[in-house]
């Protein structure tokens, strides 16, 4: 069975970091994409940063891309988004995902976590 557990959200004020972790398992996930999403209240769910566990490449969104670095370490089966100069904007619940294909689309993406909320205060 397929797990991935999303750990690290938390309260932080405007301009702090936050390291966020994914450790998958329950099957092997090389040349998967591994993504997070984010979802603020009353908003849909929008793509954040996606690493290919295979060989490292990764795409992120324009909103993240120079403040957020999304990162994987294979032998703890464990992605991390490193989230620096945040803003009251990036507050939603957090989630990871994997997916076959590296891509920023939600629907690209066959398993989910459970998601884990960041909040940025101004």
């Known amino acids: 069975q397929v797990q991935l557990v999303e750990s690290g959200g938390g309260l932080v004020q405007a301009g702090g970091s936050l390291r966020l972790s994914c450790a998958a398992s329950?099957?092997?996930?090389?040349?998967?994409?591994m993504g997070w999403f984010r979802q603020a209240p009353g908003k849909e769910r929008e793509f954040v940063a996606a690493?290919?566990?295979?060989?490292?490449?990764?795409i992120y969104a324009n909103s993240v891309k120079v403040r957020f670095t999304i990162s994987r370490d294979n032998a703890k089966n464990t992605v991390y988004l490193q989230m620096n100069s945040l803003k009251p904007e990036d507050t939603a619940v957090y989630y990871c995902a994997a997916g076959r294909v590296l891509t920023r689309l939600t629907g690209g993406y066959d398993y989910w976590g459970q998601g884990t909320q960041v909040t940025v205060s101004s």
């Open positions: 329950g099957r092997t996930f090389n040349g998967y994409g």
């Open positions: 690493v290919r566990w295979s060989d490292g490449n990764t």
